[in-house]
């Protein structure tokens, strides 16, 4: 991938109604449908501390109150309120954050509405566009959203340009928000220097998408590391070691990567499951991710940082 390609950003990306085509610019486009999750996560052994936040996690739905947007990337069954609070209930989460996917693009009603029946536990991540006014910035702010997420793949598509990215950040930055950015293995390099210039906290997504198979040595993980250590503004999440893995399930490849990087800067690293796991190749079992927590986090200071005390500072948990 280039830097023109990379520096195209998600803004406002469309998401997706179950097995359905859309019309773009009246020709028809095939669009995937991905697998639900585990529909029976299992009782971790590893207990979560009291107010444990899951920092990344997503609602879908239901698309009969809350409809998929048409400009779709991918198809995918409703994973509504009531299930993602039933998954939290049996891992043993007591607070979270919830990521607007792709599938309602800059529609965060689906968020908004969670966080105010939360009772104060829950927080958001909107999906944003230059666009909007402030007033519904500001609205989104009173309920609850505390940042804004940029997904810089080809396979969401959405294109953007970084003169309405720059205007968009310097906005939120106002609002003490802060940028979640996801980005393509192996492209942390081209983007530190657009990052470091940021005028706000940003959180990178998935651990930088590293790839296990390609050692702890591989340029992409290393330029990361870098990059987490020296900008103070740099957060990272201990997600996706499903998506990292090259050996598959139980993800163990991928652990030394999570320790490395909370060893690096444990008091900027945040975790969370992913649920419902939108585009994995191998569906992880919540439980199960849950229970690889201490093999990358033994010391229970360093689990307390990870999974209370860091999302309780970037978020604003009171």
């Given at each position: 991938m280039?830097?023109?390609?990379?520096?195209h950003?998600?803004?406002?990306?469309a998401?997706?109604?179950?097995a359905?085509e859309?019309?773009?610019e009246?020709?028809e486009?095939?669009?995937p449908?991905i697998?639900?999750p585990?529909?029976?996560?299992?009782?971790p052994?590893?207990?979560?501390?009291?107010?444990s936040?899951d920092?990344?996690?997503?609602?879908?739905g239901p698309?009969s109150?809350?409809p998929?947007?048409?400009?779709r990337?991918y198809n995918?069954?409703?994973a509504p309120?009531?299930t993602f609070r039933s998954?939290?209930?049996?891992?043993?989460?007591?607070r979270c954050?919830?990521?607007?996917?792709t599938?309602?693009?800059t529609?965060n009603?689906?968020v908004?509405d969670?966080?105010?029946q939360?009772?104060?536990?829950?927080?958001?991540?909107?999906?944003?566009s230059?666009?909007?006014?402030?007033?519904?910035?500001?609205a989104?702010?009173k309920a609850?959203?505390c940042?804004?997420?940029?997904?810089?793949?080809k396979?969401l598509?959405?294109?953007?340009d970084?003169?309405?990215?720059?205007?968009?950040v310097h906005?939120?930055?106002?609002?003490g928000?802060?940028?979640?950015v996801y980005?393509?293995p192996g492209?942390?390099?081209e983007f530190?220097p657009?990052l470091?210039?940021l005028?706000?906290?940003?959180?990178?997504?998935?651990?930088?998408?590293?790839?296990?198979?390609k050692?702890?040595?591989d340029?992409?993980f290393?330029?990361?590391?870098?990059?987490q250590k020296?900008?103070?503004?740099?957060?990272?999440?201990?997600?996706g070691l499903?998506r990292?893995s090259?050996?598959?399930?139980?993800?163990?490849?991928?652990v030394p990567?999570a320790?490395?990087?909370?060893?690096?800067?444990?008091?900027?690293?945040?975790?969370?499951?992913?649920?419902?796991?939108?585009?994995v190749?191998i569906m992880?079992?919540?439980?199960?991710?849950?229970?690889?927590?201490?093999?990358y986090?033994?010391d229970?200071?360093?689990?307390?940082?990870?999974?209370?005390?860091?999302p309780?500072r970037?978020?604003?948990?009171?």
């Amino acid at each position: 991938m280039n830097r023109r390609e990379c520096l195209h950003l998600l803004t406002g990306l469309a998401g997706a109604t179950l097995a359905s085509e859309a019309r773009a610019e009246g020709t028809e486009r095939s669009i995937p449908t991905i697998a639900p999750p585990d529909p029976n996560p299992k009782t971790p052994s590893f207990k979560l501390p009291p107010k444990s936040c899951d920092s990344h996690t997503h609602i879908f739905g239901p698309a009969s109150r809350y409809p998929f947007s048409e400009k779709r990337p991918y198809n995918t069954a409703d994973a509504p309120l009531e299930t993602f609070r039933s998954v939290h209930e049996r891992i043993g989460v007591e607070r979270c954050v919830i990521v607007n996917a792709t599938v309602h693009g800059t529609d965060n009603r689906v968020v908004s509405d969670a966080i105010a029946q939360s009772e104060g536990v829950y927080r958001g991540i909107a999906n944003v566009s230059d666009e909007m006014t402030e007033k519904e910035l500001a609205a989104l702010d009173k309920a609850g959203v505390c940042g804004c997420r940029f997904a810089f793949l080809k396979r969401l598509g959405g294109v953007g340009d970084m003169n309405k990215f720059q205007r968009i950040v310097h906005r939120v930055a106002e609002l003490g928000w802060h940028i979640d950015v996801y980005f393509e293995p192996g492209t942390i390099a081209e983007f530190a220097p657009v990052l470091t210039a940021l005028p706000t906290p940003y959180v990178i997504d998935h651990m930088g998408t590293v790839q296990a198979g390609k050692g702890l040595d591989d340029p992409g993980f290393t330029a990361l590391l870098d990059l987490q250590k020296r900008d103070e503004k740099c957060w990272v999440k201990i997600t996706g070691l499903e998506r990292a893995s090259a050996a598959g399930k139980p993800f163990h490849d991928a652990v030394p990567f999570a320790k490395a990087l909370i060893d690096n800067a444990s008091d900027r690293v945040i975790w969370g499951t992913d649920w419902p796991h939108p585009n994995v190749k191998i569906m992880p079992n919540d439980g199960e991710i849950v229970d690889l927590i201490p093999l990358y986090a033994p010391d229970k200071a360093i689990q307390q940082k990870l999974l209370v005390h860091n999302p309780a500072r970037l978020f604003k948990f009171s």
